[in-house]
């Protein structure tokens, strides 16, 4: 995931975070690994793209896949938000990878036999 400059020199391209988060579930299924993709794609916002993922014990839980991916603000119809990068910060980050990272979105033909239990 990297990111580029405008004309303006401000900041575009695709962040990922990937992690785990508690729900309000009770234990144990209240845990949920989960990744999410932001792309900017430029002034003024309207093809910028939002995608998450959550799993729960590497079960699909939900995906904003199924809609399409990547899927694009507003559904594609422009508008629907602007997302606006702002400097890295410091620290040991690296590409999101399957192996660090079970919630990780997969090849389109990948997390398609991971839904079909392949």
Do not use: W
């Not at 990297?2 to 299924?29: E, H, M």
């Not at 809609?67 to 422009?78: M, Q, V």
Request: with cysteine; charged share 20%; net charge positive.
């Amino acid at each position: 995931m990297g990111s580029n400059t405008d004309s303006k020199g401000r900041l575009i391209g695709v962040r990922g975070i990937c992690g785990t988060a508690r729900t309000n579930l009770p234990s144990p299924n209240d845990k949920v690994d989960f990744v999410v993709r932001a792309r900017d794609a430029g002034e003024p916002g309207v093809l910028d793209e939002f995608d998450i993922q959550l799993r729960q014990n590497f079960n699909l839980v939900y995906t904003t896949v199924n809609a399409g991916y990547p899927h694009k603000l507003n559904d594609g119809n422009g508008g629907g938000g602007n997302i606006q990068l702002h400097g890295p910060t410091t620290g040991n980050f690296s590409p999101l990878d399957p192996s660090t990272c079970p919630a990780n979105f997969a090849s389109r033909a990948a997390e398609s036999r991971l839904r079909q239990g392949r």
